[in-house]
Every structure is written in structure tokens, then in C-alpha cells.
């Protein structure tokens, strides 16, 4: 179910998800190797890995936050304004810092 979840949620993106958080407290993460592959260097490497906890801890306290709600309004957000756009998703990227 979760592995469905997620590929369904990264269909509907339309675009490739670094990290995924699903269900509560487990987050998916993408191994370490891919992330790094696509930095030039440790330092932007780490810095990537920082961004990406903060992005998925706020989906758990948006998750927290709306413990029932939380999954349909995602597919709603993602249907209705697309990835970058989902409310949700535009408060993790704020969320992302430097
Ligand atoms: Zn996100």
C-alpha cells in the first residue's frame, strides 16, 4: 500500500521525487548515493540532505497537523495546482531554508 501510495503520488507529480514522506512518522528516503550523484561536492551534497529532512518533517507535522485530512487534501492540492504549487508542498519548500 505504501509503495502504491507513492508511486501514484509521483505519477501525479509528473516528476521525480527526491523524498516522500508516507504515512505518520516514516519517511521514505531516497538513498544517500542518488542524492549525492547529483552534487558536485560533499559540501552541496549535505547541504541537499539538510534541505530534504526539513522539507519531509514538515509533512509530518502537516501531518500531524491534519492527521485524516492530510492525504486526500495532498491528491486534492496535487490534482487541482500541481506539484509546485500544492499548498502543501509551497510551506516544505519554505520550510527547505537556505
Ligand atoms: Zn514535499
Redesign the pocket.
Known amino acids: 500500500m505504501k509503495r502504491a501510495l507513492s508511486w501514484l503520488l509521483t505519477k501525479l507529480a509528473g516528476t521525480q521525487?527526491d523524498a516522500?514522506?508516507v504515512f505518520g512518522r516514516t519517511v521514505w528516503l531516497t538513498p544517500a548515493h542518488k542524492i549525492i550523484e547529483r552534487f558536485d561536492n560533499a559540501e552541496d551534497a549535505l547541504r541537499g540532505l539538510r534541505q530534504l529532512t526539513r522539507?519531509?518533517a514538515k509533512?509530518v507535522e502537516q501531518q500531524k497537523r491534519e492527521p485524516i485530512l492530510f492525504y486526500p487534501k495532498y491528491l486534492w492540492q496535487l490534482i487541482r495546482h500541481g506539484y509546485q504549487n500544492a499548498p502543501?508542498?509551497r510551506e516544505?519548500?519554505e520550510a527547505e531554508g537556505e
Do not use: G, L, R, S
Request: avoid cysteine; charge should be negative; proline fraction near 0%.
Open positions: 521525487i516522500f514522506t522539507h519531509e509533512h502543501y508542498e516544505a519548500t
